[in-house]
Each structure stands twice: as C-alpha cells, then as structure tokens.
C-alpha cells in the first residue's frame, strides 16, 4: 500500500513562528499536494507538486510556501503562524496528476 | 478558476434507507472522483468517472457521472452504520478541486 507519512500528528505553534510541516511518500509518485482542511469548506488547495523541485499555487497559497528538493518529500512552510491558519492540513500523493490521491494522517496545526 | 458545489452539506438516514449527495462544477471536467473520511481520520479515494454518462457500483453505492461532465451523484442504498462518515467529490481540471463534502450520520 502507499503510504504518505505525515511528521506530526498534532502541533502547537505560537503566533510568529516559522512552522515546518513535513511529508515523506513510500511509492515514487510524481505529484504531491498539500490542503487545508477547515469546517464547513471541505479540501482547499494550498501548493502543488508534479515534479521534483517543481511548485504550483492552488487556490489559497497566501501566507504559505513550500519545498520539494526530493521526490520523496514535500515540506510545507509557514513563515510567520498566525491564528488564522489554525487548521488540519492534509498532505497527499498520486502517481497521475488527475488520478486518485493518497492522502497522509493530516497534522492538526494550532497556533495561539 | 473551477467550483465544484456539493449538497447537502448534511444528511441524517435512518438506518436502512436510501440517499443521494449531488456534486456540480462551474467547468467541463475531465474526470470525477469520491472520497470517504470517517470521523478522525483521512479522506479516503472510493472511486472516479472518466466518460461522459458513466454509471459505477461499488455494493450499495452507485456513482455517476453526468452527460455534460460537470455534474455528479452518489447514491447509497439501505444505509448502514458503517456508512457513517462525510463524503467528498472531486472534480479534476489540471488538478483537483473538492467540494465542502456530506456529512452523513446513521439513526440506528
């Protein structure tokens, strides 16, 4: 089975911070993704990958940035946390760009 | 850039019975897919429509894909606890765009 790991499955950050959120992925897959998941929104697209060192904005990548130096490997960054980021953030990988994901755990982010 | 609506956004069944959740895109898509998250966990990939009109089954849920390709449904017969949990649809155009999702809960 694929398998997206995500590095933390719950995290408090202060408001400021620079926060890292890594994602490793087991089956060589081409894209990598990254959404936010928040009540009553469903998935928004944050930052997409379909190829190593590679980078695309989805729909709300304000306030993000993102890492892919290895296939393998997809960081979201924060660059200064804010409390309106306080979410569960989804980390997932497909072997075809429009074909189905694999989603991580998800990290559940607070910042206060 | 592309919408993709879903409704409802809740849905409460009494164990047994049928029910449908409807996905619209405000664009042509070239494929759709289903997710399931059960409560605590990740969304899950169930199934995806490529042509025009396809009809899919998988036991009791039957999805389609509407003739236009910007539309779609599932639909669960005799629901079952298990079915509990929200259902994505996901509507690919370059990538993916999901939709809020519907929240199903089962009456026993």
């Known amino acids: 089975d694929v398998k997206v790991t995500q590095s933390s499955r719950y995290l408090v950050k202060r408001t400021g911070e620079k926060v890292f959120l890594e994602c490793v992925q087991d089956?060589?897959?081409?894209?990598m993704f990254w959404y936010r998941q928040d009540p009553g929104l469903g998935l928004r697209l944050i930052y997409f990958?379909?190829?190593?060192?590679?980078?695309e904005k989805g729909d709300i990548p304000e306030g993000y940035s993102v890492s892919r130096e290895k296939k393998e490997r997809f960081s979201l960054i924060l660059e200064s946390a804010s409390t309106n980021q306080t979410s569960m953030y989804l980390c997932?990988?497909?072997?075809?760009?429009?074909?189905?994901?694999?989603f991580g755990s998800g990290t559940r982010l607070t910042v206060v | 850039g592309q919408q993709v609506m879903q409704i409802p956004q809740y849905q409460h069944v009494q164990e047994g019975e049928d029910f449908t959740t409807y996905c619209n895109s405000s664009?042509?898509?070239?494929?759709i897919q289903w997710y399931k998250q059960r409560p605590g966990g990740h969304p899950v990939f169930l199934i995806q429509l490529v042509k025009s009109g396809e009809v899919k089954k998988q036991k009791r849920l039957t999805f389609q894909f509407g003739e236009a390709k910007k539309n779609s449904s599932l639909h669960i017969t005799a629901t079952q606890t298990t079915d509990v949990g929200t259902y994505f649809c996901a509507g690919a155009d370059y990538k993916l765009s999901f939709g809020a999702g519907t929240t199903v809960t089962v009456r026993a």
């Open positions: 990958s379909y190829d190593v060192k590679m980078k």
């Open positions: 664009t042509t898509l070239s494929n």
């Open positions: 089956m060589d897959h081409e894209n």
């Open positions: 997932a990988s497909s072997s075809h760009r429009e074909w189905g994901y694999t």
